[in-house]
């Protein structure tokens, strides 16, 4: 019978600033030119640590891995979250198409339905990452059964090269408009698809730092180094946006995972110590995948009450995007722990409605 494997704080707190970052990478865009490629580079490419993280989890508790039983939990916290929470999204997208840019207005509600489900990205913009995340799920039994014979982690040199030179690209809006449906639909797709190989490095590697938890203690005391590495490729990723050559926000994110996980480790012992901030941290770690699932509606919501745009240009730039991604982070919050209370009073799996 396989140990229950241990509960590891500096990952959770790393969990919960994930999200942060991704929040913050959708609530603090601002500016044009060259202050938003420099603004982008900084607050952009969080799902790098999200993706990590899954791969660090999965592997971490793989001990006990069963292919049918896993996906079927995953189906109980991933997929019927993702159900539910898209309620909001999808009544977005039927009632008020123009504004919430959806992409499928004119098509039968009955067949949007499956068509927006399946790519995520157009009814609740973040949440491409569930389809693209169910297939490590499909692929959960290969990854392992590569990482016992030896072979997995050999191939990260390579997975890290096709990470670099294939890039994510992008699907906006207004680049899909005059396609026909089945074209606009393909376009999603294959940005589900180049996430998928795009990110498929991070989730071997988050994989690779789980099974050699010892290296984690190496990127604190390779920390300059690893600092070095993000500040160069950051500059150069900036360089190569604004010449319209080449844009990758993960690989500096692959330095600040590392980077994050080396301090969170190494100070994990403070932060437990320090108890009211880690109830912190732990409450939001606790809440991140709910914080996934709606934060993108408020933001939406902030947006048409104060008239704004996903990105901001205007004075007092950064200011106004902050007050927008605290003001978010804190609504989503509020929603999440009111419903969540809501939903206890029932007696019902909070989990498998919020991912709470």
Known sequence: MQQKKTFLNYINVFRGLAILLIIMGHAMQFGDGLTH???????????ALFIFISGFLFQHLSGKFEYKNYLSKKWTNVILPYFFTAIPGLLFCFYLPTLYKNSFDGLNILAQIPILLSVGRVHNTPTWFIPMIVLFFFCSWLL??????????????????????CPRGGVEYEDLIGLSYNAKYLAYVQYVLLGF???FSLYVFGMFCSK???????????????????????????YLTHKGIYSNF??????????????????????????????VLDFIAKYSFGLFFIHWY??????????????????HSLLIVSARFLAVTLLSL????????????FGKNTRMFLGV
């Not at 050699?212 to 900036?238: C, N, P």
């Not at 933001?299 to 009450?305: A, D, E, L």
Request: charged share 20%.
């Open 250 to 279: 993960t690989i500096s994110k692959t330095f600040l995972t590392m980077l994050l996980l080396g301090y969170l480790k190494h100070y994990d012992e403070y932060l437990i110590s320090h108890e009211k901030l880690n109830k």
């Open 144 to 165: 392992l059964k590569l990482e016992n014979k030896g072979i997995l982690y050999k191939l990260l040199p390579l997975m890290f090269l096709i990470t670099i030179f």
């Open 37 to 47: 490629e420099i603004n982008c580079e900084i607050v952009c490419g969080g799902t």
């Open 334 to 345: 509020g929603t999440l722990y009111i419903l969540k209370t809501i939903l206890e009073k």
């Open 212 to 238: 050699h938890k010892e290296i984690i203690d190496k990127f604190y005391s390779k920390r300059a180094l690893i600092f070095g590495g993000m500040v160069l490729t950051a500059a150069g990723d900036i």
């Open 197 to 199: 190989v795009h990110f």
């Open 298 to 315: 408020w933001i939406f919501i902030y947006n048409q009450i104060f008239h704004l745009q996903n990105v901001y240009i205007g004075p």
